[in-house]
């Protein structure tokens, strides 16, 4: 038998059926701007956001001075998170970052890593051998000139008196991973990379850890664009929080500065 339901009973059904994907269409979106050395991280701390909140984190990772330039060209980002201070200095003498919800997350420690099967064997001293050991290969790290890790390795391998062998002899990647990848694919036969890095790549071994005192300490700062959504300042909260450091001590990341 057919059954008639009451005209009131129509409506809500109509109403209800009509309000879901409403509802789903309005979950508020935010864009994360982050390093490359990030992504790992920064993927599960997302994921646990989302667990929490009705915000839906959206990334996007490349080196740091990309990252900053497509902000300062207009790109929609809400959040920046930079592999050091001088690309988020750069956005902030632009008026291009809220000043206000600036904070340093996490550090990282700089490394010579070689692929995993590599009998490659040295000790990170002041003259020591690098140019000896990379034979007819040459050294990948991010481009010196914009890319932070690049820059750090630049004044580590200044510090220990060997810069000027080695600059001619660099792999200049675009960002930290693409240096990675050249190394675990045994196309450069040494890199300088994050240690994060390293410890998410079964493809390359940390041959030695550079000093503290070569180079300025590897720092993460985040904020806020000025063009940013309300809702992002949760995310950026929730990044220092205790949930939030767990995860990046976790892949490799050291407390700020250190």
């Keep these: 038998m057919l059954r008639i339901l009451p005209r009131f009973a129509l409506l809500c059904l109509t109403v209800q059926s009509a309000s879901l994907p409403a509802a789903d269409a309005k979950q508020t979106q935010i864009l994360v701007f982050a390093a490359a050395s990030l992504t790992d991280a920064l993927g599960e701390i997302g994921?646990?956001?989302?667990?929490?909140?009705?915000?839906?984190?959206?990334?996007?990772?490349?080196?740091?001075?990309?990252?900053?330039r497509q902000i300062e060209a207009g790109a929609p980002a809400d959040v920046f998170f930079s592999a050091d201070a001088q690309w988020m200095d750069y956005l902030q003498s632009r008026n291009l970052i809220q000043p206000s919800t600036r904070q340093?997350?996490?550090?990282?420690r700089l490394v010579l890593i070689a692929p995993a099967a590599s009998q490659i064997k040295l000790r990170i001293a002041p003259h020591f051998p690098l140019a000896a050991a990379l034979g007819n290969g040459r050294l990948a790290?991010?481009?010196p000139d914009s890319v932070p890790v690049g820059r750090y390795a630049r004044s580590a391998l200044s510090a220990l008196g060997i810069w000027d062998e080695l600059a001619a002899r660099l792999v200049r990647a675009e960002n930290v991973r693409a240096a990675l990848m050249y190394v675990g694919?045994?196309?450069?036969?040494?890199?300088?990379?994050?240690?994060?890095?390293?410890?998410?790549?079964?493809?390359?071994?940390?041959?030695?850890?550079?000093p503290a005192n070569t180079h300025e300490p590897i720092v993460y700062p985040v904020a806020l664009t000025k063009s940013a959504?309300?809702?992002?300042?949760?995310?950026?909260?929730?990044?220092?929080?205790?949930?939030?450091?767990?995860?990046?001590?976790?892949?490799?990341?050291?407390?700020?500065?250190r």
């Design 47 to 68: 994921a646990a956001y989302e667990k929490i909140s009705p915000v839906q984190v959206k990334m996007s990772f490349d080196a740091s001075s990309n990252m900053a």
């Design 104 to 108: 340093n997350v996490v550090g990282n």
């Design 141 to 143: 790290t991010g481009d």
């Design 185 to 210: 694919r045994g196309e450069a036969p040494l890199g300088i990379v994050y240690a994060s890095d390293a410890l998410v790549d079964k493809d390359v071994r940390v041959v030695d850890t550079f």
């Design 229 to 257: 959504r309300s809702e992002a300042a949760g995310f950026i909260t929730y990044l220092a929080s205790p949930h939030g450091h767990e995860i990046f001590v976790k892949y490799g990341f050291t407390e700020p500065g």
